[in-house]
């Protein structure tokens, strides 16, 4: 088993694309009962940090900016750690992913083993 | 009460508090100590009450004679005068003079210090939970390995190892302190957790040990609950958590200890006190911003305190599980979260959910499939049932699976006869 990790994007500051008060607590229970079926698969590797929505972009030359993010719409909603067998395996655990259904899309990566990185 | 059930009586419930009093004043290095004035006490009570009348005040007589052996003790023994003198935590110029204070609070001072004690981490938690059996709630060797469905041996030397590992660490018996309250209050929780879990679970059909084992854990919770310090709110989750199932005690169990599952309980026998009790502990641990593990599985069982299916119900504990799976994953709160969902988000969401946990040498697992595809595919849930079967290695598992086996086959040929 590898770890890999799944990183939630999608368009938070288009106005017309943000979910209305109920339609955001309508989309809790697809969030965790997706959640709860990766930990009940034991393949969650650590419980799962809640991001504020606002963020800072620091660039060089001291440039701090606040988001929205003009130039790349999509930004970061979320990410967690899971436990997979491989690349496929991963994939398929993403593909359940709520964040789909709100025109987002989610990004997984392998983490790379010690003995790997030299 | 009977003669010949005095005694005993009398060492279930005073041993313990002799002890830790003792324990408590001598130290840990001289546990042995403490075990054997208790004993000889007992000895003495069996050999005097046995030829006359038991006193007026069994407990006190009990006390004065035990309080006597110590004096005496201190006073002949030399190892006071050498080891004992220093250590002891009473300032006292001699035997004479030392206080052996059996009052109600030094007696529950002396178990939460030693409740501290026996949890520490240089020993396992098997150890933990068999040494917290025996020191503070007396019970004796035969019981623990009997409550385990384990032999003497075993716990005779679990028991004595964890002994030893505490007197050569020299681990002091003393009232908490807030820093040992933060760092050990998790391990004495999860020592008095597996203590109910060892009575409300265990197959042994021996009901009133069981209940004692149940009884004692929650009588070890109430006093932490009673303590300024250590009343937080995950002990009180505890506590909620364990009134909720014991409510449910003898509804759950047939005459001959056999098991009767949830669905089929006579909820009029459930113990509303106790759901009364457990909703009132629920309450007072909605305090902090910590979720411990203890707060979703009181909420899971006080929401089973609700016997009608609803959907309020059902989305509740499937939510809980969902949240106490992402803190700590088990195989039984896996199966338990995947029957949640079936009621809450139907039964084919949940069966493909179920094919993804793949514990294969779980006969849970497949009995769980097997009652998730009853009504849509019962040759699917005969084989399911028939590989749960062929897993279940108790009597009491194997008769509940070929239940189900059976109604199939019979639901079966009345279809074909139709």
Not at chain 2, 239 to 263: K, Q, V, W
Not at chain 2, 274 to 303: C, D, M, P
Request: aromatic share 10%; with cysteine; hydrophobic share 40%.
């Amino acid at each position: 088993m590898t770890e890999f990790l799944l990183v939630f994007r999608r368009d938070n500051t288009t106005k017309e694309e943000q979910p209305s008060p109920e339609q955001m607590q309508a989309a809790i229970k697809p969030w965790q009962d997706w959640i709860g079926g990766i930990a009940a698969q034991n393949k969650l590797v650590r419980p799962p940090q809640r991001w504020s929505a606002e963020g800072k972009v620091v660039r060089a030359n001291n440039l701090v900016t606040d988001g929205p993010y003009a130039e790349i719409k999509e930004s970061i909603g979320g990410l967690i750690f899971v436990r997979a067998a491989d690349f496929d395996e991963a994939v398929e655990i993403a593909k359940g992913c709520p964040v789909l259904a709100w025109g987002g899309n989610v990004e997984v990566r392998m983490a790379v083993s010690p003995a790997e990185n030299s | 009460m009977e003669e010949e059930a005095l005694l005993p009586h009398l060492f279930r419930t005073e041993y313990r508090k002799m002890v830790s009093v003792l324990c408590y004043l001598f130290g840990i290095k001289h546990l042995e100590i403490a075990e054997d004035i208790v004993s000889d006490t007992f000895l003495s009570a069996t050999e005097l009450w046995g030829m006359d009348k038991p006193p007026e005040n069994p407990t006190a007589w009990l006390y004065t004679v035990a309080k006597n052996k110590t004096k005496n003790y201190l006073k002949r023994n030399a190892l006071f005068e050498q080891k004992l003198a220093k250590e002891i935590t009473y300032t006292a110029n001699e035997a004479d003079e030392i206080e052996i204070d059996l009052s109600e609070k030094n007696i529950n001072d002396s178990q939460l210090a030693m409740m501290f004690t026996v949890c520490n981490p240089c020993i396992s938690v098997e150890a933990q939970v068999a040494l917290a059996l025996n020191l503070l709630c007396g019970f004796g060797i035969q019981e623990i390995a009997d409550a385990f469905l384990t032999n003497k041996e075993v716990v005779y030397k679990r028991i004595s190892r964890a002994k030893e590992k505490l007197k050569s660490a020299n681990i002091k018996i003393a009232q908490p302190s807030i820093s040992a309250i933060d760092e050990r209050l998790e391990s004495v929780l999860t020592t008095l957790y597996l203590l109910f879990n060892g009575g409300y679970y265990s197959v042994s059909q021996n009901t009133t040990l069981r209940k004692d084992l149940c009884a004692e854990a929650m009588r070890l919770t109430y006093l932490l609950v009673e303590n300024e310090q250590t009343n937080t709110p995950a002990v009180n989750a505890l506590l909620a958590l364990m009134c909720f199932h014991s409510s449910r005690f003898d509804a759950r169990l047939t005459d001959n200890g056999e098991i009767i599952l949830y669905e089929d309980q006579d909820e009029t026998r459930w113990n509303s006190a106790l759901i009364e009790k457990g909703t009132y502990f629920l309450n007072q641990a909605a305090t902090g911003n910590r979720v411990s593990k203890y707060h979703l599985e009181a909420g899971i069982a006080y929401w089973h305190t609700h016997k009608e299916d609803t959907n309020e119900k059902w989305e509740n504990i499937l939510q809980l599980y969902n949240q106490l799976l992402q803190i700590e994953y088990s195989p039984i709160a896996a199966l338990n979260r995947t029957f949640a969902l079936s009621k809450a988000n139907g039964k084919k969401t949940a069966i493909r959910e179920a094919e993804k946990l793949k514990l294969t040498d779980n006969h849970f697992y497949y009995s769980l499939l097997g009652s998730l595809y009853i009504n849509l595919d019962s040759a699917q849930a005969l084989q399911h049932f028939q590989t749960a079967f062929k897993l279940a290695n108790s009597i009491a598992d194997k008769a509940t699976i070929r239940k189900n086996i059976d109604w199939l086959i019979t639901e079966k040929t009345v279809a074909n006869n139709k």
